[in-house]
């Protein structure tokens, strides 16, 4: 129980995610609502390191650019491949795959958030 109440004091929703899988995980700004200008990006794998990394490096991107952001973390196998993702770890802004298999930098990533 007190893990549980550590949890809840981080800028992390888990659990069951309407647009996904139960095991997502989203990174909010909890003193902003959603707008049309927030970007959504999603991290597409299974957990492994390489996921983990990609997914550091979006919130770094993201945080270095001062962008509006909701970070996703889709782990369900079925929910990736419905992107026509075979290769992970997988990147996907506002529902667009923009890159599979690889580790993108932030730099990268912020090329991709800019365009």
Do not use: W
Request: charged share 30%; aromatic share 2%; net charge neutral.
């Amino acid at each position: 129980m007190r893990m549980l109440g550590n949890l809840a004091k981080l800028p992390y929703i888990v659990g069951r995610d309407p647009h996904g899988p139960r095991s997502a995980v989203r990174t909010r700004y909890p003193d902003r609502e959603r707008n049309s200008e927030m970007k959504r990006i999603q991290i597409l794998g299974t957990g492994c390191p390489n996921c983990t990394k990609l997914s550091e490096n979006a919130a770094a991107a993201a945080a270095e650019l001062g962008l509006e952001c909701e970070i996703e973390k889709v782990t369900d196998i079925m929910e990736i491949t419905k992107f026509g993702v075979m290769m992970t770890p997988g990147l996907a802004v506002d529902g667009d795959v923009k890159s599979v298999g690889k580790v993108l930098t932030a730099d990268e990533i912020k090329e991709i958030l800019t365009s």
